[in-house]
Structure formats: C-alpha cells, structure tokens
C-alpha cells in the first residue's frame, strides 16, 4: 500500500512564506513524478508544480518567481517553498506522484490535502 503524507499549511500573512512537505513511503518501486496542485473554493483543481527524477521542473505561471519545488536525495519526498504568499494562493493543496508499486503497477497517487490560507 502506498501512502503520501502531507504537512506544513496553515494560516500566513500577505507577503509570509510557508513550506509543505509530502512523503512517498510503501510497496514503491520507483516515483516517476512528484508534485503539487492546489483548489480553491469554487474553483478547479490546478497543477501548481512539479518536479521529475531528473529534476527538471514545471511551475504554474502565477506562481513562477515565488514558489520553489525541490526533492530529496531518495526522490521520495517533495517539498513546495513558498514566498511571497498573496491571498489568491489560498486554497487545499495536494501532493501527486505517479508512482510505480513493487508489483509494477502505476497510478497517480493523492496526498489528504493540507489548507493554505493567506490573509491579515
């Protein structure tokens, strides 16, 4: 069974930084992709970043500037600096990864969500 676990939102101020963290932990045999989305009220859910293996790195054009993408040594655990914080970056956030199982079986995986609020 595999498993993403989320933590680092909260309540921050306009301007303030805030870091998420997700953990990958399981039957993994390899994470091909690891990132993050966000959805706020009455809006769709969108790809905020993304980070691959190899590093390479994809950020949502709101946020370019402002919110850094990392991963770990083990490409197991994904982190989403964010600075600058503005109160349209309220939202649920999510961590994805699309992950292959020991038994060689891929899907996307979902995190719980972890709320972000910015507001004075």
């Known amino acids: 069974q595999v498993q993403l676990m989320e933590s680092g939102g909260g309540l921050v101020q306009p301007g303030g930084s805030l870091r998420l963290s997700c953990a990958a932990s399981g039957s993994i045999f390899s994470i091909n992709a690891m990132g993050w989305y966000r959805q706020a009220p009455g809006k769709q859910r969108e790809l905020v970043a993304r980070?691959?293996?190899?590093?390479?790195?994809y950020y949502v054009d709101s946020v370019k500037g402002r919110f850094i993408i990392s991963g770990n040594n083990a490409k197991d655990t994904v982190y989403l600096q964010m600075n600058s914080l503005k109160p349209e970056d309220t939202a649920v956030y999510y961590c994805?990864?699309?992950?292959?199982?020991?038994?060689?079986?891929?899907?996307?995986?979902w995190g719980q969500g972890t709320q972000v609020t910015v507001s004075s």
């Open positions: 980070i691959t293996p190899g590093d390479s790195t």
């Open positions: 994805n990864a699309y992950i292959i199982t020991a038994t060689m079986r891929g899907d996307d995986y």
